[in-house]
């Protein structure tokens, strides 16, 4: 196993974050457009049926918002494996480290305040949290 499969394995909480923001802002758009609009009189004087888009859009809406709660519970359940998975680590900062950046989301400058060390320490607890991982797994594999 090398450090970028580690990285992967670590990155889908923040991926799926992504998906569900990406979701919720279709979902905030769409519903916008729901908003009731003022009448005009300097249109056309048209004598068809009106397609009744509102209810498209609608069903769109509670589509997405079904979407979005289902990759809720999937990132609390990945967010889950991926504790479990970092919290094999011994050395207490590098846990930290790399619950804050994957898991929580902190970026880099949150998580030197959080531990008190600086950017480059830092990111030497990460890259070596990183290589500890890969080092478990990589024994974990080989034993079965």
Known sequence: ??????????????????LIKLKTMLKDTLESCLLPKAITYDGDKVMTSPDDKLSEIAGRVIDLDKSIRELQIRKALIASETEEIISRLDDLNERIVLMGYYVSGYPI?????????SDKHTYRLRNRGIAHLRDLMKDEKNEK
């Open 1 to 18: 196993m090398t450090n970028n499969e580690v990285k992967t394995i670590l990155l889908r909480v923040r991926k799926i974050s992504k």
């Open 109 to 117: 400058k949150r998580i030197c305040q959080e531990i008190n060390y």
